[in-house]
């Protein structure tokens, strides 16, 4: 298979957030390999990750608190979601970085913290579905087996 079909569509983010957090690991990992998309590109990708990153976290500051969110594992998720704000900024910083010298390493290195930040969102969205009682959470990436939940 030609190594183009294999990329993600940039201008084309999924809807879906787990769907979305997938497709961002793989735009995340092109970067890895340098992949010399058109900066506009690579920004529409990262906002689109971060913007629905931020909903996501807004909406679970604004759910009505319940008797089992005093467990520990309900408070390390409603914690998780302020680490991922800080995570948002960060991943704004580093294509701050980008956009100002765009080259391979700072590309690289872009890529490799959103790799590292779609998988610590992923498991996060995993443990949220658990801790809901829906079935397994959201897919693994093809391939791959979930992530073991730390609680």
């Known amino acids: 298979?030609?190594?183009d079909r294999l990329r993600p569509p940039l201008r084309r983010p999924p809807k879906d957030l787990d769907a979305?957090?997938?497709w961002f690991e793989q735009v995340s990992y092109q970067l890895v390999l340098i992949a010399e998309d058109p900066l506009d590109?690579?920004?529409?990708?990262?906002?689109?990750?971060?913007?629905?990153v931020l909903?996501?976290?807004?909406?679970?500051a604004r759910r009505p608190a319940t008797g089992s969110d005093a467990s520990e594992p309900a408070r390390i998720l409603r914690a998780d979601h302020a680490?991922?704000?800080t995570s948002v900024d960060q991943l704004r910083w580093f294509f701050r970085v980008v956009e100002r010298?765009?080259?391979?390493?700072?590309?690289?290195?872009?890529?490799?913290y959103g790799r590292i930040f779609a998988e610590a969102f992923r498991r996060?969205?995993?443990?949220e579905a658990r801790s809901s009682g829906t079935k397994d959470g959201p897919v693994a990436a093809a391939g791959r087996s979930p992530p073991r939940s730390a609680y």
């Open 83 to 85: 680490w991922f704000v």
């Open 20 to 22: 979305l957090v997938d």
């Open 55 to 60: 909903v996501h976290c807004e909406a679970a």
């Open 101 to 112: 010298e765009d080259h391979g390493g700072n590309r690289q290195a872009l890529g490799q």
């Open 124 to 127: 996060h969205r995993q443990d």
């Open 41 to 52: 590109d690579v920004r529409t990708a990262v906002e689109s990750f971060a913007s629905a």
């Open 1 to 3: 298979m030609a190594p």
